[in-house]
């Protein structure tokens, strides 16, 4: 199975400063159509997870522009440019490049 | 408005049976993929099922292979995973949520989710 890390765990941020999450994954995530099987949830408090990146860069639908992903191989990275409050929560990784499909441990972002 | 409603999350016994449900409204359910996730109590996401559009493909976590089974009813616009053989580890709360059109998002629209509970 292709495991999934994340760093920081835990990550305390200032509304209106940038903030970066890191994935890694023990085997590449590039299928031979060049896209890369990568995507990014949200998880707010007492909700249930929300797509924000497809595809390692794409974003979902009614997503902001602050958020956006990057990254190639195994290497993945999320990024918001400006922390709102409502992006409080847990961000978690996931790979769709094979079965069993795997997620990361989560990023828990608290806003400061 | 694309909405996934779960239902049959119990208490149950472990080495019991469940069978979950999440019925779909708001697009052409028969077009599309779908996929269970659950979520320990306190825990992170973990995949645990797929299905395509036709039910013809599934696929499973190893941790529920031979004891989940997924299925779907196009007619009734409805999902299924039959949970055999329970243990305490299958204590979850159970997301079904819906790939996107082209088959490449795995979980577009999550549903609120299905708590189970494994406890004797």
């Known amino acids: 199975d292709i495991v999934m890390t994340q760093s920081p765990l835990s990550l305390p941020v200032t509304p209106g400063e940038p903030a970066s999450i890191s994935c890694r994954s023990s085997q590449s995530l590039l299928r031979s159509n060049g896209y890369h099987y990568l995507y990014w949830y949200l998880q707010k408090p007492g909700q249930s997870p929300q797509l924000l990146i497809y595809?390692?860069?794409n974003r979902a639908s009614g997503v902001p522009d602050r958020f956006s992903g990057s990254g190639s191989g195994t290497d993945f990275t999320l990024k918001i440019s400006r922390v709102e409050a409502e992006d409080a929560g847990v961000y978690y990784c996931?790979?769709?490049?094979?079965?069993?499909?795997?997620f990361g441990p989560g990023t828990k972002v608290d806003i400061k | 408005e694309v909405q996934l409603l779960e239902s049959g999350g119990d208490l149950v016994q472990p080495g019991g049976s469940l069978r979950l449900s999440c019925t779909a409204s708001g697009f052409t359910f028969s077009n599309y993929a779908m996929t269970w996730v659950r979520q320990a109590p306190g825990k992170g996401l973990q995949w645990v099922s797929a299905?395509?559009?036709?039910?013809?493909?599934?696929y499973y976590a190893d941790s529920v292979k031979g004891r989940f089974t997924i299925s779907r009813d196009n007619s009734k616009n409805t999902l299924y995973v039959q949970m055999n053989n329970l243990r305490a580890e299958d204590t979850a709360l159970y997301y079904c949520?819906?790939?996107?059109?082209?088959?490449?998002?795995?979980?577009?629209?999550w549903g609120q989710g299905t708590m189970v509970t494994v406890s004797s």
């Open positions: 299905i395509s559009h036709s039910g013809a493909a599934t």
């Open positions: 595809l390692g860069s």
């Open positions: 996931m790979q769709a490049v094979q079965t069993p499909f795997t």
């Open positions: 949520a819906n790939y996107d059109s082209t088959g490449e998002i795995p979980a577009v629209i």
